[in-house]
Each structure stands twice: as structure tokens, then as C-alpha cells.
């Protein structure tokens, strides 16, 4: 992928807090930062303006939301998008239509409504560019309600900011006024006004919310601990909130991803699911290969973050597991095309926090991207055959089991094992294989995740060949794994055909 620069935004320390769950999303040229009791903003749109009397007498009044500004000197014309205070010194953001301020200017405009609506206040400095950083608030005034004391989910629907998580009300949800993110005064009741769950004729939830899944402007669903809701339509002009399951939640704010069949996938409470566009009850794809997957995974919304991302490319979901502390993850690919579910190991300083698939105009730097704990980004790419951990290059440890195959005719009969015939693929180095032989087929699978010996093992070191091995054994039970872990190197299998005869009773 080509490479590109990065703009670090002026910040101080107290700014973020990488210890508590945090995530952010777009809305209008701005990415809104939701991290508890920290609410941010990182504009990349507008324009800033300064000056040290915003409204310098009971004549003026501040600029609100929409209001046009022209400079006198400069001709320069903008909507005003916030200001950072109603009175003395203070920034006012917003979209320039033409012209540049400078630093002469004296600002005008008039307010749309209000006792005073004049506007005209002095620049104190050059106009400023994005990206710009600063805090979430309400608009200033005084009129503009409240946000949420805290918040931890975030997203935008149907022009609204929406906002959940709240602690101290984990079942509410809040929207700022539509097209307008500073405006959180519910009680305006009309078709734009803001709205809460228990402001609104849709409703609250009666469980813990964990995640909001916008899809366009149709529907926002709201996943909780153990149900999911769907809110169809604008709360505040005759919208509905319906139930969709009443027995399955989902685990976290980025536990889900779309595919190009408007199909949801998401880290439910039972494992991975996937919901078809229309609503029916999700249907569970990891119970069969790993039925207590929640549970192995040891899961804890506190202390881990699960990610979920759709590759298109390959065609499978990436689902990451990442220990916020260090950053250690346990990661699985479900691949779509076969059904199969894969563990997969990143170095500790790759742990995906954050997945995204990047539709970039050129093929070439299209795909998954993965933003790390180091704070890297990365792409997978096939042509590589070593894995990144951060610092270094690494061997990639890739295997695949086949098995357990029954070789005897049925189940209480054994079979022999005379031959078997292997062929790589025309684009491989060295493949390590082991057989495995046992009397059940559960004695086959605890071997081969414990790394037992094998009773026979050997190497594949010719590409795309046929090659005849002749490991006799006597069992019921039969498994073969390959593996290669050798940096540089990378290898492909086609197919394995085995002779076996029968050998009797057990």
C-alpha cells in the first residue's frame, strides 16, 4: 500500500483516555470522539476564526448555528458551524463559502432568531485552517440541553449524533437535532428535535445497551446484553422500535460488520451470528465448531475490545479479541466461502483495535486495514511470506489438519493404512506432514492441539509434484497435518489421496 503522511492533532494529555473504552465516528467532515466522561471533536472541515468579544455589548449577540458571517475588510463569507464560548474571548468554527478572512476583519451577520440577533465582533489573529481539536459541547447559550454525563457508544443516523453507554442509564439512548450535533435540548418537539429514549414515543430499551448499528437511513439497530432492537424511521416523526431477539445480545460496540449481501455478522452472546437483511432470528455460525467460544475466549467487556471486520477480497469476517492493557489478541477468520472457522496470531503490538475495509480507487492499496496498539496501520498482503510483529519480520506458522477420518468401514471396525499420495501446489517451498493414529476420534483431535508425536512425520520438498508415501498403520482413527513455520517460505496443498484396507474388529 502506498505510503502517506499522517497530521497529529494539537492535544494535551488529559485529551484521551487510552486506559477506558473509547471510540469515535464521522459526521459532517468531523470524527466525534466518544470516551466516557471525554466527548471530542476533530474538525477537518471548518475554518477558525478568533477574537476577544464575541458579543461586546447587550446590543451584539454571539453567532448561532447557520448563521452567515461576512468579514468587513476581507468580503469573505461563512456559516457559522459552533463557537467555543457565548461571551469574551472565543472560537467560532465554521464552513468558508468564499473569500479569506484576515486578521483585520470585523465580523458581521445577523441571528435568525432571538431577542438580539446583531452580530459583529473583531479578529484578534489570521484565520486558522483544520484539522482542528476541541471539546464536545453543547452549543454555548444556554439553550442547547445537556449531553450525557458519560458515553461510550456512538454513531450517526439519519443526520442525528446518537449517542449510549451511559453508566448511570445503560438503557438509554440520546440524538442530537437532526444536521446539528450541538443541539441536545429534547423538549423542542419538532420533526428535527432531539430526542432520548424516554422522550420519544419509540422508547427505551429494557436491557444494557452495547452496541448501535446504523444501515443508511432505514433502520438503526440497538444491540443490548441479551436482545436486539430495531429502530425503524426518526424517532421524533412517527418511528418504531421493535424487538428482533429477545435472547441474543451482542458483546461490544465494534462486534459487527456488513457484508456486500446487506447480511449483519456480529459477536453475539452464544458466538458469531449473521442476520439476514430482513430481520429474521440471527443464525449461529460458530455453535458447531466451537460451541463455549465466549467463554474459551474468556471475555470481558471491561478489560478486552472485540472487532469485527468484512474482507471482501478474501471473502471471510477477521474477529479480534485484543487485552486492552497490553494489546495481546486472540483472533479467528471465518471464511464464507467454506464455513470454516481458523484461529490466527498477530504479534502483541498488532492486536487490531480497530478494523476497516478501505475501498480506495486503486485496487492496489484496497482491503482490510488493521490500526495496531503501536499505532501503525497495516494491510494483509499475499504476496508476503513472513508475518510483521512490530519490530522485526517473522516466519508465519501456518497449518491445517485433516481429520479425524474414519478407516474402518464403520465404527467398530479398524482400518489399514498401505499408502498415500500427496500433491503440492506449483508455488511452494517445503511442507512439513505428521500422521496421527488413534482407537477414537477424540484421541486424534487432543493429540494434535497438545503437539503430540506423531507415529509417522516426514517433508513434502518438491512444488507440484505427486508424491507417494507408504506409512502403514493399523487404527480406527486417522488425522494428517502440515505445517510449515521457516521463514521466507510459503506453501500450497492440492489434494491427498490414502489406500486403506480393511483390518478387522476393535
Not at 461510550?152 to 440524538?175: D, F, H
Not at 440497538?222 to 426518526?234: F, M, P, Q, T, Y
Not at 498482503?381 to 508475518?387: I, L
Not at 471396525?413 to 501446489?425: H, I, K
Request: negative net charge; proline residues 5%.
Amino acid at each position: 500500500m502506498a505510503q502517506g503522511s499522517m497530521v497529529a492533532l494539537a492535544a494535551s494529555v488529559d485529551d484521551i483516555d487510552t486506559t477506558d473504552q473509547l471510540m469515535m465516528f464521522e459526521a459532517y467532515q468531523k470524527v466525534f470522539v466518544v470516551n466516557g466522561s471525554i466527548l471530542r471533536v476533530a474538525d477537518f472541515i471548518n475554518t477558525q476564526l478568533s477574537t476577544s468579544a464575541v458579543a461586546a455589548s447587550a446590543s451584539l449577540a454571539p453567532p448561532l448555528h447557520g448563521t452567515v458571517l461576512t468579514g468587513a475588510t476581507s468580503s469573505a463569507s461563512m456559516v457559522c458551524d459552533v463557537i467555543s464560548s457565548a461571551t469574551g474571548s472565543a472560537y467560532v468554527y465554521g464552513y468558508v463559502t468564499s473569500g479569506t478572512f484576515v486578521s483585520t476583519d470585523t465580523v458581521t451577520g445577523t441571528n435568525a432568531t432571538g431577542s438580539v440577533t446583531e452580530v459583529s465582533f473583531a479578529l484578534t489573529a489570521a484565520p486558522t485552517d483544520g484539522p482542528h481539536w476541541y471539546s464536545w459541547v453543547p452549543y454555548p447559550g444556554g439553550s442547547s440541553g445537556s449531553l450525557p454525563e458519560k458515553a461510550y457508544i456512538g454513531c450517526l443516523y439519519r443526520g442525528r449524533a446518537v449517542l449510549a453507554g451511559n453508566p448511570t442509564y445503560p438503557y438509554q439512548w440520546y440524538m442530537s437535532r437532526q444536521a446539528n450535533p450541538w443541539d441536545w435540548a429534547y423538549m423542542a418537539l419538532d420533526a428535527q428535535s432531539p430526542v432520548a429514549g424516554g422522550n420519544a414515543d419509540a422508547g427505551e430499551v429494557g436491557d444494557i445497551i452495547t452496541a448501535l448499528i446504523p444501515y443508511k437511513d432505514d433502520f438503526l439497530i440497538i444491540g443490548c446484553v441479551h436482545s436486539l432492537w430495531v429502530l425503524r424511521g426518526d424517532p421524533a416523526a412517527g418511528g418504531s422500535l421493535d424487538e428482533i431477539d429477545l435472547t441474543t445480545g451482542i458483546i461490544g460496540p465494534f462486534a459487527y460488520c456488513w457484508d456486500n449481501q446487506n447480511n449483519l455478522y456480529f459477536f453475539g452472546s452464544g458466538g458469531i451470528y449473521r442476520m439476514g437483511p430482513n430481520f429474521a432470528p440471527p443464525e449461529n455460525l460458530s455453535i458447531s465448531a466451537i460451541p463455549d467460544l465466549i467463554e474459551d475466549l474468556g471475555i470481558s467487556q471491561g478489560t478486552h475490545r472485540v472487532t469485527m471486520g468484512y474482507d471482501r477480497i478474501r471473502m471471510g469476517l477477521l474477529i479480534s479479541v485484543v487485552m486492552l492493557s497490553d494489546g495481546t489478541a486472540k483472533n479467528y477468520w471465518y471464511d464464507l466461502r467454506m464455513g470454516g472457522l481458523f484461529p490466527l496470531t498477530f504479534g502483541s503490538n498488532c492486536g487490531p483495535y480497530s478494523l476497516f475495509f478501505y475501498e480506495a480507487q486503486d485496487e492496489a492499496n484496497r482491503g482490510l486495514l488493521f490500526g495496531g496498539k503501536d499505532g501503525y496501520i497495516r494491510i494483509p498482503d499475499d504476496d508476503e511470506k513472513n508475518d510483521d510483529n512490530g519490530s522485526e519480520e517473522v516466519a508465519i506458522d501456518s497449518w491445517a489438519t485433516m481429520g479425524p477420518i474414519q478407516l474402518g468401514q464403520d465404527a467398530d471396525r479398524r482400518g489399514r493404512l498401505q499408502a498415500m499420495t500427496l500433491t503440492t501446489g506449483t508455488d511452494t517451498d517445503t511442507v512439513g506432514w505428521e500422521l496421527f493414529s488413534k482407537e477414537t476420534a477424540e484421541e486424534i483431535v487432543d493429540s494434535v492441539v497438545a503437539g503430540s508425536t506423531a507415529f509417522h512425520s516426514g517433508t513434502l520438498s518438491a512444488a507440484g509434484r505427486i508424491q507417494r508415501l507408504r506409512p502403514r498403520t493399523r487404527a480406527a482413527w486417522l488425522a494428517l497435518k502440515l505445517r510449515n513455520n521457516t521463514i521466507d517460505e510459503t506453501w500450497q496443498f492440492e489434494k491427498g489421496i490414502a489406500s486403506v484396507r480393511p483390518a478387522g474388529e476393535m
